[in-house]
């Protein structure tokens, strides 16, 4: 700006507004506002301005020329204004100054005061050091006054568990001094409190000498007590063995009560010894040694006087019950628990908690009742004496005594393992019965004379109900005197009478022998045996049940027909699965066997390679067939219900199977040999297929049906006895029936018979032959008729049966022979 001259500032001020390209052109606000200021300054201003404004200031404005005076007068404007409004501030730090110069000179009398201050608690404090250096000296005087005074105390208090040996030693040997009194147990209190002292305190001087004095004193002490007690129990042994009268010793050998008497009137002499060593035995093993050596010796007296007595007890009961085992035992085990029961509580006089040598001496006490009736048992060959044998043990003493009575614990080891080997030989026998009287039984006639004894026993209901009848007739006649065979005829009229659905099929005792048995062995072996081992028994017994109805089957069908023999199978087979029902065990066992066949294929496999038997290389035949022939170990599970359901299903089967062929049995044959040719026409050209001899197949099936179907049905109402069951059964029955006439008219239709042929033939409808059956059956159930293979009528009346439907043959699929639609 220095450099440059006027003129130039002027050109350089007039390009801010040139009329092309101006440096800083001005608004037209702008250019308004610098035209008022102009006529400000050049008096252009209005009178009314010019009197306000005050009289210095327009004085002092200097003339503007040039812009560089109105800068210069714009920036003097400026500063004037800028000091005209800082006045105030102004004076209000001049102000601040002055109480700033006020609080200096406070702070200058403040730091005067406070050295002041410090000098005089400087001063405080060198006196209070002095005199807490007294009171801290004083103190420590009286510290170690105490302390001293302590030390001679703790001294004294020590030495007071050394010079007591001699004292207590003095008072252990007086001949005054009795084991059964409070001043006895003072000193042995005193001895314990000693003894405990030298052993917490072992590092003292001579601790270890005078803690071998108060040990012998102790031992000293415990010997008096063992002492003490052996003399009282043998004392009261001496009275029970060797009695004064002898009018006493027959007493006790007749009354076992009598031996408990001298024991119980020592237990006061004891009872306080015994009391004070329990207190001492929970944390001194010397005492609880000594305690134990006293329930010994008091163990080992009871077992010399009540063991003899009790094993004579129990051998007199076995000998007085010799015949009845389960007597014998109720009484072995009644005198038994009462023997047990008077020790514990004879036991409980003396001491207060049990012991090992209680246990180990009833257990003793109760090996007789093991001893003396295992013999017995385990050469009894009877069922149901072992089976009553089981439930006496299982029910009647470990359920019903000892797990009510803790105390007789011992009696229950005892009896459950008598009741294990009681189990054991039932299982046996088990064994031995099932396969002896149900697999291997040899039927009687009478077991196989079916359907005669169900004819027999339905004649007798018969005639039962019809005396039953006349007498409700006649019951206003004169009354006569009754015999006791008439009687017991009314009681079975009577028992009739509340049970009408009863049949006589349903009988217990016309159930074949193997399967009444067989349930007889389960009932009595449900309650004796574990589920385990019952499983596994119940599983065997139902399979040889099955084995030997089917034999019996067999025999029954070779006998009379194989109606009978399917029908008698069937019915025993619902029997068999409606009466292990109840019973709430699975029929379930794993069978374990060997696979020898990897053996086997190995072995060839080393025939095969006989070069390679001793080859060095991976291919070494021997070591091949040591590795694969290893035989596998297999697991089965054997169901025995779904084996009787599988066998129900077979024989329902082949009882359907032989009903169809017994009524539409010309059509079965006449069937198989035309599906036999093919192309069906030449069926026409066989001799066997004339229209004539297929009419006379027709005919025989019809009069096959008329004549065998109602003494069908009345064999299947007399072995089932239910009619749910005969409807079920009998229904695939009819629709084979139906199923071959319609097969056959099928085959005449397709092997081009004509409708003369036909007519010939007068093969009826499927609605026809179902009219047909049905009007059969009718008859069947009108008139009475003999069972399927009879030969004469007999007047019988049928009876349902409450047996239960057989979900069996609904739930498999019985399906009609594989040659029928």
């Known amino acids: 700006m220095d450099n440059m001259t006027l003129k130039e500032i002027q050109n350089k001020l007039l390009l801010w507004e040139a009329s092309e390209n101006p440096l800083a052109p001005l608004t037209s606000s702008q250019r308004e506002a610098i035209l008022d200021l102009e006529a400000l300054i050049q008096g252009s201003s209005s009178v009314e301005e010019i009197k306000e404004t005050p009289i210095e200031e327009n004085e002092d404005i200097a003339p503007i020329e040039t812009v560089y005076d109105f800068l210069n007068w714009y920036e003097t404007l400026n500063e004037q204004n800028i000091k005209k409004n800082d006045a105030p501030y102004e004076a209000y730090y001049k102000q601040l100054e002055e109480r700033r110069n006020e609080c200096v000179a406070l702070t200058d009398q403040i730091s005067s005061t406070m050295l002041d201050l410090n000098k005089l608690s400087d001063e405080y404090n060198l006196v209070s050091n002095k005199t807490n250096a007294l009171h801290t000296m004083s103190e420590q005087l009286l510290a170690d006054q105490n302390k001293l005074s302590g030390i001679g105390d703790d001294i004294k208090q020590k030495m007071h568990y050394f010079t007591q040996v001699e004292h207590l030693s003095q008072r252990l040997n007086s001949t005054t001094m ?25 590092t003292f001087k001579e601790a270890y000498t005078y803690t071998v004095k108060y040990r012998h004193l102790q031992s000293r002490a415990i010997s008096l007590i063992r002492g003490y007690v052996n003399h009282i129990l043998n004392h009261a042994t001496e009275q029970v063995l060797t009695p004064d ?5 027959e007493a006790m050998d007749t009354a076992y009560a009598v031996y408990f008497g001298k024991f119980q009137a020592a237990a006061p002499k004891l009872r306080m010894v015994i009391s004070e060593i329990e207190k001492r035995a929970a944390s001194n093993e010397d005492y609880a040694s000594l305690l134990a050596d006293v329930q010994r010796e008091y163990a080992g007296r009871r077992r010399r006087v009540a063991g003899g007595a009790a094993a004579g007890a129990l051998a007199a009961a076995a000998r007085r019950q010799a015949g009845d085992h389960c007597a014998s035992l109720r009484a072995a085990c009644s005198l038994l628990a009462l023997a047990v029961r008077d020790e514990c509580a004879l036991y409980e006089h003396f001491f207060a908690q049990p012991s090992p040598a209680l246990d180990e001496y009833l257990q003793s006490l109760c090996n007789g009742l093991y001893e003396t009736l295992r013999p017995h048992i385990i050469h009894i060959n009877h069922l149901e004496t072992l089976a009553e044998l089981c439930v006496i043990l299982r029910v009647e003493v470990i359920e019903e005594q000892v797990n009510n009575d803790r105390s007789l614990s011992a009696l229950g080891a005892a009896a459950r393992a008598l009741l294990q080997d009681a189990q054991e030989r039932l299982v046996f026998r088990a064994h031995v019965h099932l396969r002896a009287d149900v697999l291997r039984y040899r039927a009687a006639p009478g077991d196989l004379a079916y359907p005669d004894k169900l004819l027999m026993m339905e004649q007798i209901a018969m005639s039962l109900q019809d005396q039953s009848l006349k007498r409700s007739d006649s019951r206003n006649s004169v009354v006569s005197d ?11 009229n009577v028992e009739a009478q509340r049970r009408p659905q009863a049949s006589p099929a349903d009988l217990h005792g016309m159930w074949y022998p193997g399967v009444r048995r067989t349930l007889a062995a389960l009932s009595r072996l449900y309650r004796c045996l574990e589920k385990r081992v019952f499983q596994g028994l119940a599983q065997e017994a139902i399979s040889l ?17 194989n109606i009978d023999g399917e029908l008698f199978q069937i019915k025993h087979l619902l029997i068999l699965r409606e009466q292990i029902a109840p019973f709430q065990v699975d029929f379930v066992v794993k069978e374990t066997t060997l696979d020898f066949s990897n053996v086997k294929n190995a072995a060839y496999g080393l025939i095969q390679k006989p070069r390679q038997i001793f080859s060095l290389n991976s291919n070494n035949a021997l070591l091949e067939f040591l590795l694969e022939g290893t035989p596998l170990v297999r697991e089965h599970l054997l169901d025995s219900r779904k084996e009787v359901d599988r066998q129900l299903k077979n024989c329902c089967e082949c009882f359907i199977k032989y009903s169809t062929e017994i009524l539409a049995g010309p059509l079965i044959e006449f069937i198989e040999k035309a599906q036999a040719i093919t192309p069906p026409e030449q069926l026409k050209s066989q001799l066997w ?27 299947m109402q007399l072995y089932l006895a239910n009619k749910e069951t005969e409807f079920i059964l009998f229904r695939p029955i009819r629709n084979n029936v139906v199923g071959y006439f319609v097969q056959l008219e099928q085959i005449l239709a397709n092997s081009g018979f004509t409708y003369d042929d036909l007519l010939i033939v007068a093969c009826p ?13 009718l008859i069947s159930h009108s008139e009475p008729v003999l069972p399927y293979g009879k030969k004469k009528q007999t007047n019988v009346i049928h009876r349902p049966s409450v047996t239960s439907v057989p979900e069996i043959l609904e739930e498999k699929n019985i399906s009609p022979p594989s040659e029928n639609p």
């Open 545 to 561: 049940c099955v084995q030997s109805v089917d034999m019996a089957a067999k025999q029954i069908s070779a006998n009379k027909t």
């Open 482 to 492: 009754v015999s006791a065979t008439s009687q017991e005829v009314a009681n079975i």
């Open 689 to 715: 297929a004339t229209p004539g001899k297929l009419a006379v197949a027709v005919k025989e099936a019809q009069k096959r049906i008329k004549t065998h179907l109602a003494p069908l049905q009345r064999s």
């Open 178 to 202: 009795s084991v059964n009194s409070e001043q006895f147990f003072n000193v042995l209190a005193k001895i314990d409190e000693c003894l405990d002292y030298m052993r917490a305190n072992s």
């Open 765 to 777: 409808t499927p609605e026809q032959v179902s009219v047909f059956i049905s009007s059969a059956s």
């Open 245 to 249: 009268d002898p009018m006493e010793n």
